[in-house]
Each structure stands twice: as structure tokens, then as C-alpha cells.
């Protein structure tokens, strides 16, 4: 009975290394990795991108006022604007 759970247990193991093998190699070694690590650096800098006011410097996403329309705005100028100095 041990050595069928061992065996199950192992054949587990096996299947999930060799998983994580393939994953590895798609990632590092062809151009469909390179390609999904490119696009994700991209997204990265979008988003710090847009966590960015030209005029108040970087912020916190949390720190970030969501307008109705869905976008997004530096709490600074929000208030200037809801202020009525811009
Ligand atoms: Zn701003």
C-alpha cells in the first residue's frame, strides 16, 4: 500500500517538474518568451506611466483619484481643479 502512494506521490512530482522545465525553457529560450517578457515590460512602464503627473511627480496607486469616466488623476490636481485654480 506505501509503495503505491510513493509512487503516486513521485509520479506527481515528476509531472510538476517537468512542467515547470517546459515553462522555463518557453520563458527564457524562445521567442515567445521573449516576446510575453517584452510585453510585460511595456505594461510595467505604462503603468508607472501613468502614475505619473508631469506636474507633481509620481504617486501611489492608492493615493490616485478614479474619475467617472474610469480614468485616472494625480490627487493634487484633482483638487486644484474641484478648487477651481486651473
Ligand atoms: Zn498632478
Known amino acids: 500500500m506505501n509503495a503505491i502512494l510513493i509512487e503516486g506521490v513521485?509520479?506527481?512530482a515528476l509531472l510538476a517538474v517537468a512542467t515547470t522545465l517546459v515553462v522555463f525553457i518557453v520563458r527564457?529560450?524562445?521567442a515567445a518568451?521573449?516576446?510575453l517578457e517584452q510585453t510585460r515590460n511595456r505594461k510595467a512602464i505604462e503603468h508607472?506611466?501613468?502614475l505619473t503627473c508631469?506636474?507633481?511627480g509620481a504617486h501611489d496607486e492608492r493615493s490616485m483619484v478614479r474619475l467617472?469616466?474610469?480614468e485616472v488623476m494625480c490627487p493634487e490636481c484633482y483638487?486644484?481643479?474641484t478648487d477651481?485654480?486651473?
Open 10 to 12: 513521485l509520479f506527481i
Open 28 to 30: 527564457y529560450y524562445t
Open 33 to 35: 518568451g521573449r516576446a
Open 48 to 50: 508607472a506611466a501613468s
Open 54 to 56: 508631469y506636474r507633481h
Open 68 to 70: 467617472e469616466s474610469g
Open 79 to 81: 483638487r486644484e481643479v
Open 84 to 86: 477651481g485654480r486651473v
